[in-house]
């Protein structure tokens, strides 16, 4: 394990940086990326015991309009950002999902005042003396690692649980604490991250992995280090960009480079803003694989699938009828889909691995035989099992899914194995024939609004028991 690490983990190069600073003491991050990938396997902490689950009687073409709610991925950096610097920050369209609650119990645990009203939340920070992390909701959510980043570059200091989030893979931090050992954070603790920092410094961090999260991370501390960051091998995500543009309206200066590296002008004052929050791609992906698998019409009012041509592109090749202009996006389907022969995730702008599971789902019914092979995470196929108890021929070879397509899907008695393969097996249910009941709804709350509540508008006859 140290042998790979150190060949992915070559010196921080400090073009960048301030003369005479030290490298990162790689023997000390690397003992402790050690511990984090042995021994950290995605453990998902639940809310307790889940009795919530869904009723969906399958068969009904979807068709109307619907609204997509504030970007997931893209908010929960944007609300750890909310930490640094002065001023109240108003984050508008700010969806209610369980991971925004659980990172706004988190702020109000470091002494931010988080308020809601409605959709738009207002966060200030300026209160803030506390930097250390506790409780259940941080080891719940994949997210809470943001806050070494926002909290190193606030305080120089942070101590967090191990991140939870989805059971879909190891989900190591080794990157994150590399990356922030660049700029000259260092970490001690065992079942948790401990980080301090002397002081934090510009550098040139050389991703071996364009990781989202890291990249994130790095560009919450490197906006308060001192001289400027290059950061290479930078996550492409439109989420990545979201979270520059709200820290550049801030007053923060950082640019995306023509090869795709972040740079970063540290030490510039942030100020508070009102800030509002772009559509959720990964919602609205799943959204349109649902009308394309159960036939029918749908208009997405407010995504015109800018950031989701890799989808686009794969719903006509299986048959599916697209319009994206003027901001919203139209499909219209009749149900019965072509196969895809080869489909494989990858980092944007490929093929998102968050859509991965709803599009099993959908190729479920599809006519021959599809392949799809999950390159981004280590064991995200967690939803074949549940979708097998409906009919669905799926087997697993490997890194790829090998679905052969069959004219009917039945009712089941379903759980959902996390957050992507909740919504997955919605999709499922809607083109089935008969009763589906889908438990475990909290994995699904994590991301979706209300999934029940979108489903109605568009004519699904699905119901929430609680
Ligand atoms: C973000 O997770 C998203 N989550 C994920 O969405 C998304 O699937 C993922 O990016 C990829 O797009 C949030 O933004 C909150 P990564 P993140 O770091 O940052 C490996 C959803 O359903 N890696 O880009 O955790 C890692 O194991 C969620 O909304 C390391 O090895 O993803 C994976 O194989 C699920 N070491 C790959 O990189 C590290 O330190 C990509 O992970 C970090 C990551």
């Known amino acids: 394990m140290t042998v790979v690490m150190l060949h992915r983990y070559s010196r921080c190069n400090h073009r960048a940086a301030a003369p005479g600073v030290a490298n990162p003491s790689l023997v000390h991050i690397l003992g402790y990326m050690v511990f984090c990938r042995a021994e950290y396997a995605g453990k998902t902490e639940s809310r307790g015991m889940d009795l919530s689950y869904l009723e969906i009687k399958g068969g009904v073409p979807l068709?109307?309009?619907?609204?997509?709610?504030?970007?997931?991925?893209?908010?929960?950096?944007?609300?750890?950002?909310?930490?640094?610097?002065?001023?109240?920050?108003?984050?508008?369209?700010?969806?209610?999902?369980g991971d925004v609650e659980d990172t706004l119990e988190i702020m109000k645990m470091l002494g931010c005042r988080a308020e809601r009203d409605g959709r738009t939340v207002s966060i200030d920070a300026s209160e803030v003396k506390a930097y250390e992390i506790g409780g259940t909701c941080a080891a719940r959510i994949r997210s809470s690692v943001l806050f070494l980043g926002a909290l190193l570059g606030r305080m120089k200091r942070a101590v967090i649980p191990l991140p939870g989030?989805?059971?879909?893979?190891?989900?190591?931090?080794?990157?994150?604490?590399?990356?922030?050992?660049?700029?000259?954070?260092?970490?001690?603790?065992?079942?948790?991250?401990?980080?301090?920092?002397?002081?934090?410094?510009?550098?040139?961090?050389?991703?071996?992995?364009?990781?989202?999260?890291?990249?994130e991370n790095t560009i919450l501390a490197a906006v308060q280090a001192?001289?400027?960051?290059?950061?290479?091998?930078?996550?492409?995500?439109?989420?990545?960009?979201?979270?520059?543009?709200?820290?550049?309206?801030?007053?923060?200066?950082?640019?995306?480079?023509?090869?795709?590296?972040?740079?970063?002008?540290?030490g510039k004052r942030l100020k508070g803003v009102r800030y509002c929050m772009k559509a959720d791609r990964i919602v609205t992906g799943s959204y349109l694989l649902?009308?394309?698998?159960?036939?029918?019409?749908?208009?997405?009012?407010?995504?015109?699938?800018?950031?989701?041509?890799?989808?686009?592109?794969?719903?006509?090749?299986?048959?599916?009828?697209?319009?994206?202009?003027?901001?919203?996006?139209?499909?219209?389907?009749?149900?019965?889909?072509?196969?895809?022969?080869?489909?494989?995730t990858a980092p944007y702008p490929g093929f998102p691995t968050d859509l991965q599971s709803p599009m099993m789902a959908a190729l479920c019914r599809a006519e021959g035989k599809s392949r799809i092979c999950e390159t981004v995470f280590e064991n995200r196929f967690r939803t074949a099992d549940e979708l097998k108890k409906m009919g669905a021929k799926i087997e697993i070879c490997g890194k790829c899914a090998v679905?052969?397509?069959?004219?009917?899907?039945?009712?089941?008695?379903?759980?959902?194995?996390?957050?992507?393969?909740?919504?997955?097996?919605?999709?499922?249910?809607?083109?089935?024939?008969?009763?589906?009941?889908?438990?475990?709804?909290?994995?699904?709350?994590?991301g979706y609004e209300s999934i029940e509540r979108d489903m109605s508008l568009l004519g699904a006859d699905i119901k929430r028991y609680r």
Not at 81 to 89: H, Q, Y
């Open 63 to 97: 068709c109307g309009e619907i609204e997509i709610q504030g970007s997931k991925n893209a908010v929960l950096p944007i609300l750890a950002a909310c930490m640094l610097g002065e001023g109240v920050c108003i984050i508008e369209n700010c969806p209610f999902i």
């Open 165 to 215: 989030g989805c059971a879909i893979g190891a989900r190591p931090v080794d990157l994150h604490l590399w990356a922030l050992g660049c700029l000259g954070a260092e970490f001690t603790g065992r079942d948790r991250i401990i980080a301090s920092a002397k002081r934090l410094h510009g550098s040139t961090v050389k991703l071996p992995l364009s990781s989202v999260g890291a990249t």
């Open 226 to 266: 001192e001289g400027d960051t290059l950061i290479e091998n930078a996550a492409r995500e439109p989420e990545v960009d979201e979270l520059c543009e709200f820290l550049n309206q801030r007053g923060a200066e950082i640019a995306r480079l023509e090869d795709n590296s972040i740079c970063v002008r540290g």
């Open 290 to 344: 649902a009308a394309a698998a159960t036939g029918g019409r749908i208009r997405v009012r407010n995504d015109s699938c800018r950031n989701l041509q890799s989808l686009v592109r794969v719903l006509q090749q299986m048959g599916a009828e697209i319009d994206c202009r003027d901001g919203a996006t139209v499909l219209s389907s009749d149900g019965r889909l072509f196969a895809v022969p080869y489909l494989a």
């Open 403 to 446: 679905i052969d397509g069959v004219e009917k899907l039945r009712g089941a008695l379903l759980a959902a194995p996390d957050l992507r393969g909740g919504a997955a097996l919605v999709i499922a249910a809607l083109q089935s024939q008969g009763c589906t009941t889908i438990r475990d709804m909290t994995y699904v709350d994590r």
